[in-house]
């Protein structure tokens, strides 16, 4: 199963999200979950501030290899599930990609449980403030990745 995690840069939240996912996924033995994740603004090779990296180290996961990659229509082609940061991502997608077969949400639907919440917030783009905007955010996507696997490995 192909999941796709989608931000605007591809530098803070959707790199910290499928970090987390990849490492859920490999201590949980869910190896049947292929992660990516790309950008809507198209920047590539951009690493991770570290403000990110220095939270996600705080949970035990590395960013430190990350590099930023835009959109492409492979990456949309390619996921089952992608899994956007704001409501601006998915009328992206679907602005920019309306024929692919992929499910879209948002991360925040699974931020209370495995049965997708009708009605989420979205998570905001810490880019530009300090590590206490990216601490706030940890919790948030440790527990919306969490039960997204929990929903993933219900549909399996």
């Not at 959707?14 to 950008?39: Q, T």
């Not at 692919?100 to 949400?105: E, K, L, N």
């Not at 495995?114 to 948030?140: K, Q, S």
């Amino acid at each position: 199963m192909n999941l796709l995690f989608v931000c605007s840069g591809n530098i803070c939240r959707s790199p910290m999200v499928a970090e987390y996912c990849r490492h859920r996924a490999a201590a949980s033995g869910l190896g049947w979950l292929v992660i990516d994740s790309a950008g809507t603004l198209g920047i590539d090779d951009r690493a991770a501030p570290e403000p990110a990296r220095v939270a996600m180290a705080e949970i035990g996961v590395d960013l430190s290899r990350h590099r930023s990659k835009g959109l492409r229509f492979e990456h949309v082609l390619a996921a089952d599930y992608t899994i956007v940061m704001e409501r601006e991502h998915l009328s992206y997608l679907g602005r920019c990609h309306p024929d692919s077969t992929d499910t879209r949400m948002l991360l925040r639907s699974f931020e209370t449980g495995p049965d997708p919440h009708p009605y989420p917030l979205e998570l905001d783009d810490p880019i530009g403030f300090g590590i206490e905007a990216y601490r706030e955010l940890v919790p948030i996507i440790v527990r919306s990745v969490d039960h997204l696997l929990e929903f993933l490995e219900e549909r399996r």
